[in-house]
């Protein structure tokens, strides 16, 4: 088995409504994804993936459709936050993400597991498998979601 990770980066706001200090600020961050797959390695010469558990190209291209498209330049906004909900839907066509956990780097980096994992069972099969996602906030802050069987 090898595992491959493809890096994607997104701009998005936040606010912890809770937080003691500075986060309970609106603020944004670039965030950077992180998204590890494991498989084997396909032994397919004159295909396009031989050599490759899966081509890059395609674990961004399920990346961008599922979480970096809908998340790049939104507002992540947690359902109990009525106050920021309030304000975003006064302003029409504003590009908003509701989540149902107040929007940490642990909330959001298991909120894009849980969207991934079956999109690439779905597409690729149960051989390909969604290891980790690694969610940095910032260079350095970061959350890890992975799968609940993984064993040592
Ligand atoms: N366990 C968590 N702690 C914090 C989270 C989080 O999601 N999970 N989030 C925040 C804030 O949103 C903030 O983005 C991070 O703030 P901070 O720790 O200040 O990070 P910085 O990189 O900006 O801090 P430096 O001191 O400049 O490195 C807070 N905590
Ligand atoms: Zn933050």
């Not at 494991?38 to 031989?50: F, I, K, L, R, W």
């Given at each position: 088995?090898?595992?491959?990770?493809?890096?994607?980066?997104?701009?998005?706001?936040?606010?912890?409504?809770?937080?003691?200090?500075?986060?309970?600020?609106?603020?944004?961050?670039?965030?950077?994804?992180?998204?590890?797959?494991?498989?084997?390695?396909?032994?397919?010469?004159?295909?396009?993936?031989?050599?490759?558990?899966?081509?890059f190209s395609d674990?961004?291209?399920?990346?961008?459709?599922?979480?970096?498209?809908?998340?790049?330049?939104?507002?992540?906004?947690?359902?109990?936050?009525?106050?920021?909900?309030?304000?975003?839907?006064?302003?029409?066509?504003?590009?908003?993400?509701?989540?149902?956990?107040?929007?940490?780097?642990?909330?959001?980096?298991?909120?894009?597991?849980?969207?991934?994992?079956?999109?690439?069972?779905?597409?690729?099969?149960?051989?390909?498998?969604?290891?980790?996602?690694?969610?940095?906030?910032?260079?350095?802050?970061?959350?890890?979601?992975?799968?609940?069987?993984?064993?040592?």
């Open positions: 088995m090898i595992r491959i990770t493809r890096k994607m980066e997104f701009d998005a706001g936040h606010r912890i409504p809770d937080h003691r200090s500075q986060c309970r600020n609106l603020h944004g961050h670039r965030y950077v994804l992180e998204i590890t797959l494991e498989g084997e390695v396909h032994d397919a010469p004159g295909q396009s993936d031989n050599g490759m558990v899966l081509d674990i961004k291209a399920i990346a961008r459709e599922k979480i970096v498209d809908p998340w790049d330049h939104a507002f992540l906004v947690c359902q109990s936050d009525t106050a920021v909900l309030e304000f975003l839907k006064s302003m029409p066509g504003h590009k908003t993400v509701v989540t149902t956990k107040v929007p940490t780097a642990e909330n959001l980096a298991q909120l894009a597991f849980d969207v991934l994992a079956p999109a690439f069972t779905q597409r690729y099969g149960k051989d390909l498998v969604l290891h980790r996602v690694r969610l940095y906030e910032t260079p350095n802050c970061w959350a890890d979601a992975t799968r609940e069987t993984e064993s040592c």
